[in-house]
């Protein structure tokens, strides 16, 4: 009888266990065919924002070789230079903004040039400087001296830190301090430098954090969800590495690149 009756119970477990099987395997199902549908819906979108970017870049050059074309007319004092040559500049930044946007970087990955990162750090924290302080951002630099020169697709990284920084901007609605800061790290047979690049905003929730650098994933109504996805590609595509840590209150994004050659101060040492 009992054993007839512990027959029972284990076919009874049994069961259990086989129907929980079937209900953690039509969950996974449900998950995966979600996925593939989000996947199907922003293919189109991914096709239609190629051709946009395309277009646009084109518009741009002819922007762009019309503003140098003026340039050329005009003597170096005369004062309307400034203002062409800010056209100039900031055609040649959406320009690669736009490269940056669509993973454009892995096709000039053969451009890579010599380079200091804290030039980048100059660059990109003064071209944003105006859009941070408009909302109460303060921009903050804290530059390691004598750093390693390194081999970069120079453009591409460099939109990688406007994205970062914008993104740390975006974060910081009611103002807070955006900081670029950067240093070097011996490694057993290379020196890493490193940038980071934090803000004081309230952080990426955990539950997001592994979603960041999907292509299109965003929580901003007007994102395009790219900026993340086209900045870790990009310094991958120069032998860089992106990572991310957050908690309430700061957000710290480092690129890390290995340096091949000697620091600027020490020129007798062997390249
Ligand atoms: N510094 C940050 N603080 C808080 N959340 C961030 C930060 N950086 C990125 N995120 C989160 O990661 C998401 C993805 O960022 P990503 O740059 O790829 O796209 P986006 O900023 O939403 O859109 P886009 O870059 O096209 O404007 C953001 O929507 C935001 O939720
Ligand atoms: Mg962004």
């Not at 762009?64 to 930044?93: D, H, I, M, Y």
């Amino acid at each position: 009888m009992s054993a007839l009756k512990d027959g029972s119970m284990t076919e009874t477990n049994e069961k259990q266990d086989t129907q929980q099987e079937l209900d953690l395997l039509r969950r996974n199902l449900d998950l995966a065919s979600q996925e593939i549908n989000r996947i199907n819906r922003i293919k189109p979108l991914a096709n239609a924002a190629a051709a946009v970017v395309h277009d646009i870049r084109n518009s741009l050059g002819v922007i762009s070789s019309t503003a140098q074309f003026v340039l050329n007319k005009l003597s170096p004092g005369e004062k309307e230079r400034q203002a062409w040559e800010l056209v100039t500049r900031n055609v040649e930044s959406i320009k690669n903004l736009l490269t940056g946007y669509l993973g454009m970087a892995r096709q000039t990955e053969a451009r890579r040039e010599s380079c200091f990162l804290n030039d980048i750090v100059d660059r990109v924290s003064h071209f944003v400087d105006a859009r941070a302080r408009k909302q109460g951002v303060k921009v903050e630099t804290d530059l390691a001296r004598d750093l390693p020169e390194l081999v970069l697709n120079i453009h591409a990284v460099e939109t990688a830190v406007l994205n970062i920084a914008i993104n740390a901007i975006d974060a910081m609605p009611d103002g807070g301090t955006l900081k670029f800061a950067t240093r070097a790290e011996p490694a057993r047979s290379e020196k890493r430098v490193m940038l980071d690049i934090s803000d004081t905003g309230p952080g990426i929730p955990p539950e997001i954090m592994d979603k960041i650098f999907m292509p299109f994933f965003t929580t901003k109504g007007q994102g395009t969800g790219m900026g993340l996805y086209s900045a870790k590609a990009a310094v991958e595509n120069s032998d860089g590495e992106l990572a991310c840590r957050s908690r309430p209150g700061e957000t710290r994004m480092t690129l890390s690149f290995s340096a091949l050659v000697s620091p600027r101060s020490s020129p007798d040492k062997p390249k």
